[in-house]
């Protein structure tokens, strides 16, 4: 990151844009991809012994907006070695709505006996969108998996709505961009 990015933090930050630049705490920078690779791996990561090389760096630098929304994890540094495979398993939740995300252009994930998800779903059912829905227990069951979907998320409630694999929000959300015309624009998108 340079200097004045308005992003300057001691912890490195992740993004789920691919490709983007990660700052580390000694001034070197890594491609995303290549630092995930390395925080899942039994490899120290680029930050603890020196900067990432520029021929890791892409060719054009990429300056990190203001607006970029980071999202505080956990160190790898502050995880010890015995537990990190623990860590880094994808859950079972995790791996079939991303499977649906990637397979669907509009994905709803939601739980039983929770007004809100049917709330959405009625909405698409009018707007005659189609989507993919995946539900996870009701408030009596399955608490651990909608609680693995929700930290993966950073979303905290129930609808998870999914459009083109992007998190637009809740129902009251899809509301708003149904009415503004955006879901359509985003569903339309290729």
């Avoid at 009701?138 to 998320?153: D, G, V």
């Avoid at 905290?156 to 959300?173: Q, S």
């Amino acid at each position: 990151m340079r200097a004045g990015s308005g992003v300057e933090r001691d912890l490195p930050m992740v993004s789920a844009l691919a490709g983007e630049i990660v700052s580390s705490k000694n001034g070197g920078l890594c491609n995303v991809d290549q630092w995930q690779r390395l925080l899942f791996s039994s490899q120290p990561p680029p930050w603890a012994s020196a900067p990432c090389t520029a021929s890791q760096l892409p060719s054009t630098p990429i300056t990190l907006r203001k607006s970029l929304m980071p999202r505080p994890i956990l160190d790898e540094t502050h995880i010890h070695p015995a537990v990190r495979a623990e860590v880094a398993k994808l859950s079972p939740q995790v791996a079939e709505v991303q499977a649906a995300i990637a397979a669907h252009p509009l994905v709803v994930v939601g739980m039983g006996l929770n007004p809100f998800p049917r709330k959405a779903r009625r909405l698409l059912d009018a707007a005659g969108i189609p989507y993919h829905y995946l539900s996870y227990g009701n408030y009596f069951s399955q608490w651990r998996e909608r609680n693995t979907l929700k930290l993966w998320s950073g979303w905290r409630t129930f609808p998870m709505v999914f459009a083109r694999g992007t998190l637009v929000g809740g129902a009251n959300d899809v509301q708003r961009l149904l009415n503004s015309g955006e879901l359509q624009q985003l569903l339309n998108q290729k």
